[in-house]
């Protein structure tokens, strides 16, 4: 991340180099966000789901259907939140108004800090449920893998989005870097007009020399051809 700036990103209209944008830890946690809840709501979706000597199918966790319902939930949408938000992260160098990036800036933290108490509380809540889970119920183990793997990378997800907070409450501390404007005017940016200086004087160059004022006589001794008067 960049320190200078305006929120975190440098000037608009910067060219965009994706070898640095990879390596950003912002955009490692993305990614890792986005592969943690395909990890969730695939392992319920394809495994979530058993049937205990019936046609009928029940949610591995503890045959809570609300269970199942929320890990997939809450699993889908951060995957498509994830993608929103790293393609923000491409186009936010290119947002030139410093209020929008702002805006940016706010609903990230505010999504990223819910969505980390979302996942903290889904991860309880599975994991209760699979304590509840008797192992009758689940014909040769059936679903078990499935129910760890989303306990697990529920955990996870807490971690990667809360990273993801921190980052952006880094990004909001940051503000504004009004050191640009000062950089672009001593470099010469030809987008941006000099400040006009101050006036000189009229512009008339004079070469008089400076004149010793008149009367530098002494004043105590009697002007030549001056005669004092008598009484």
């Known amino acids: 991340m960049?320190?200078?700036?305006?929120?975190?990103?440098?000037?608009?209209?910067?060219?965009?180099?994706?070898?640095?944008?990879?390596?950003?830890?912002?955009?490692?946690?993305?990614?890792?966000?986005?592969i943690f809840s395909i990890v969730?709501?695939?392992?319920?979706?394809?495994?979530?789901?058993?049937?205990?000597?019936?046609?009928?199918?029940?949610?591995?966790?503890?045959?809570?259907?609300?269970?199942?319902?929320?890990?997939?939930?809450?699993?889908?949408?951060?995957?498509?939140?994830?993608?929103?938000?790293?393609?923000?992260?491409?186009?936010?160098?290119?947002i030139s108004s410093v209020k929008d990036r702002k805006k940016a800036v706010l609903l990230e933290l505010g999504f990223s800090g819910f969505w980390t108490f979302l996942w903290f509380v889904g991860f309880c809540f599975?994991?209760?449920?699979?304590?509840r889970t008797s192992s009758e119920g689940l014909v040769l183990n059936q679903g078990a893998d499935a129910a760890r793997a989303a306990i697990a990378f529920s955990f996870f997800s807490i971690l990667s989005w809360a990273g993801m907070t921190l980052k952006a409450l880094q990004r909001y501390r940051l503000g504004?870097?009004?050191?640009?404007?000062?950089?672009?005017?001593?470099?010469?940016?030809?987008n941006i007009e000099p400040?006009?200086?101050?006036?000189?004087?009229s512009g008339i160059e004079t070469r008089d020399t400076y004149q010793s004022p008149p009367f530098t006589e002494n004043l105590g001794t009697n002007p030549k051809g001056y005669q004092l008067p008598t009484y």
């Open 2 to 34: 960049e320190a200078g700036g305006s929120f975190g990103a440098g000037r608009a209209g910067g060219a965009f180099d994706p070898i640095a944008f990879v390596k950003q830890p912002q955009t490692i946690l993305r990614i890792l966000s986005w």
């Open 40 to 94: 969730v709501f695939g392992s319920i979706v394809n495994e979530g789901y058993v049937n205990s000597g019936s046609e009928v199918l029940h949610c591995v966790f503890n045959k809570n259907e609300d269970a199942c319902n929320y890990g997939i939930t809450i699993g889908v949408i951060a995957f498509f939140a994830s993608m929103l938000f790293l393609a923000l992260d491409v186009y936010f160098p290119q």
């Open 126 to 131: 599975l994991a209760n449920q699979w304590q």
């Open 176 to 190: 504004t870097d009004m050191s640009l404007f000062a950089t672009d005017q001593l470099n010469g940016n030809p």
């Open 195 to 201: 400040y006009p200086g101050y006036p000189t004087g």
